[in-house]
């Protein structure tokens, strides 16, 4: 069971579990927002984005080697 006891004060991670999240843009500030919002509870999403992540993201992308593709 994940704990969300020091963000409670400012969100429901209950509520946010059974949202689905639509996010256009998933390059190296959108996975950043990604990360954040799913730390806060989010597990649902829908991701666009027509790009796709390539070794000339690796400089400025949050994602490993491992995840190119």
Do not use: C
């Amino acid at each position: 069971m994940l704990r969300f006891d020091r963000i409670e004060h400012l969100l429901s991670p209950e509520e946010l579990y059974a949202k689905v999240v639509v996010q256009v843009g998933v390059g190296s500030g959108g996975a950043s927002v990604n990360d954040h919002l799913t730390m806060s509870g989010v597990r649902k999403w829908a991701l666009y984005d027509p790009d796709y992540y390539d070794e000339v993201n690796l400089v400025k992308h949050p994602r490993g080697r491992a995840q190119i593709g």
